[in-house]
Each structure stands twice: as structure tokens, then as C-alpha cells.
């Protein structure tokens, strides 16, 4: 066997025992694609009702997915105008309780000046009715007195 090999011969050699293992790989590839699909076709055979079942019921789906998003479409366009007065009208409420929350603070503040006013003026003229009582003079200042004081507070006002 001292049979000298040439290049060829040898290159043909590994050409042969790739080609061998190229095959063996292949013939394990089919064999799992087809154990692979032998699996699915069985999956699919067990399954066929449920599988029609449910593609029979996707067209009734969709179409009642189509109708609500329409009609969610609409009624957001529908409603886009009054959100937009709705947040306007919010401000303006807002506005609107500042200012009169405003007026009503002012209202209390001049309310008890007045009754300051008034219990100041009203505790002066008993104090001085019960002090000089003997004097009709005195009780007709107090009066006069009495009167300008709230002629001032009406001018205020």
C-alpha cells in the first residue's frame, strides 16, 4: 500500500466524505421536519373544531370592533366641543368664585366696622344717658351727636 495519492485524488476524497455528511445531515433534518409536521398535523387534526369554531366567530368580532370604534369616534368628536367650553367654563367659574368669595370677605370686613360703629356709638349714648340724665341740653347733644355719627357712616358707605 505504498500507493502514492495525488491531489486530486485526494481532494476528491474530502469532497466524498463531505458530501457523505452533508447527506447524513440532511436525511436528520427531514426526518425532524417531517416528526415536526407528522406533531402539528396531529395538534391540528385534534383541534380542527375549536379552530373552526373560532375563525367562524373572528368575522361577527371585528365587525362589532369596527362598530364601537366608529361610534366611539363619533361621540368624541361629538363631545370635543363641549370639553373644550366645559375647561373655559371651569376658568371662568374659577374667576368668578375669586371674586365673589372677594365680595363677600369686603361685605363682612364693612359689615362689622358697622356694628362696631353702631355698638361704640350705642354704648357712648347709654353711658352718657345714664350720666346726665338730669340735663335736657345734654340730651339733645348726645342725640345730634348721635345722628352725625351716623350720618358719617352712611357717607362712607
Known amino acids: 500500500m505504498d500507493t502514492p495519492m495525488t491531489l486530486e485524488a485526494m481532494l476528491k476524497f474530502i469532497l466524498f466524505l463531505l458530501g457523505i455528511g452533508a447527506m447524513v445531515y440532511l436525511i436528520i433534518f427531514f426526518r425532524n421536519l417531517s416528526r415536526l409536521m407528522g406533531n402539528a398535523n396531529k395538534l391540528l387534526e385534534e383541534n380542527i373544531e375549536d379552530l373552526d369554531g373560532v375563525l367562524k366567530s373572528l368575522p361577527p368580532i371585528i365587525k362589532n370592533v369596527e362598530e364601537i370604534s366608529a361610534e366611539a369616534n363619533k361621540m368624541i368628536g361629538e363631545m370635543e366641543p363641549d370639553l373644550v367650553n366645559i ?46 340724665v338730669n340735663s335736657i341740653d345734654k340730651y339733645i347733644a348726645l342725640v345730634l351727636e348721635v345722628l352725625e355719627q351716623i350720618k358719617i357712616f352712611i357717607k362712607k358707605r
Open 87 to 132: 375647561t373655559a367654563n371651569v376658568a371662568d367659574i374659577t374667576d368668578k368664585f375669586g371674586s365673589v368669595s372677594t365680595a363677600v370677605e369686603s361685605t363682612a370686613m364693612k359689615a362689622a366696622d358697622t356694628i362696631d360703629i353702631v355698638s361704640g356709638s350705642i354704648s357712648d349714648t347709654a353711658y352718657a344717658f345714664s350720666s346726665n
